[in-house]
């Protein structure tokens, strides 16, 4: 199975509205770490926002913030006011703590396009 | 240095050749990541290093692909008898621990390999 899925292979988004980008994950670690990653077309990946698995808010930083379901154990990006420099490929990642030692895993990826 | 480096940034190579790619981590980061990705592809896990633990090379996808860590520092990924799927962008990362938290991943830029 899939350890990180993303559904979404490609978003497109109206500048200066918001977009939600999917992302659910499988562990049997109570212990893990949930993170978003960008990749503009530049090529490096550019860290935004990290969530624990006992993190009892959903994180937020600055226009991004976390919708961290762990029931349905989802992990859905939401960046608000869209800007034309938000276009870029964003991934994201999960930490399982104990299981495998601290290996990441990747989901294959979000393409967002903003529109002006 | 400010960040993760990595060297060449772009090297192209005939099949069955060898080729090593260079990853300087932040100063101080115990933890070291070899990722690599293909052409419109997320990030597939190679090995990952954590101070002087014995790295986990799970990810690595043949003998044909090997790493080091010298002096808890710098890395080497080498590539023995390049094929041309081996053809990919490859990432290091380093993070200031391998532990629970937000131990985030900062990237280099890459080195682009292409195997002729």
């Known amino acids: 199975a899939q350890k990180i899925t993303q559904t979404q292979p490609g978003m497109f988004v109206q500048e200066k509205e918001a977009v939600t980008l999917d992302c659910t994950y499988d562990?049997?670690?109570?212990?893990?770490?949930l993170f978003w990653y960008k990749q503009p077309s530049s090529g490096e990946m550019i860290f935004l926002i990290y969530?624990?698995?006992?993190?009892?808010q959903n994180a937020t930083e600055g226009r991004y913030s976390l919708n961290f379901q762990k029931a349905r154990k989802s992990a859905n990006l939401v960046i608000s006011a869209s800007q034309l420099g938000d276009s870029a490929m964003y991934f994201c990642?999960?930490?399982?703590?104990?299981?495998?030692?601290?290996?990441?895993?990747f989901g294959t990826g979000t393409s967002l396009t903003v529109i002006p | 240095g400010a960040g993760v480096s990595q060297s060449p940034s772009n090297k192209v190579t005939e099949k069955g050749k060898d080729v090593e790619l260079r990853c300087d981590p932040i100063?101080?980061?115990?933890?070291l990541y070899w990722y690599r990705q293909s052409l419109g592809q997320g990030l597939e896990f190679l090995i990952y290093?954590?101070?002087?633990?014995?790295?986990?090379k799970s990810g690595l996808p043949s003998d044909r692909f090997s790493a080091e860590r010298t002096g808890g520092s710098v890395s080497t990924l080498t590539i023995q008898r390049t094929q041309q799927e081996d053809s990919a962008v490859y990432l290091c990362?380093?993070?200031?621990?391998?532990?629970?938290?937000?131990?985030?991943?900062?990237f280099g830029p890459g080195t682009r390999l292409t195997v002729l």
């Open positions: 990362a380093s993070s200031l621990w391998a532990g629970q938290g937000n131990n985030e991943q900062f």
């Open positions: 562990t049997s670690d109570p212990s893990y770490g």
């Open positions: 969530q624990g698995s006992y993190d009892q």
């Open positions: 990642a999960m930490r399982e703590g104990r299981r495998t030692g601290n290996q990441f895993y």
């Open positions: 100063s101080g980061h115990t933890a």
């Open positions: 290093f954590q101070g002087n633990s014995a790295p986990d």
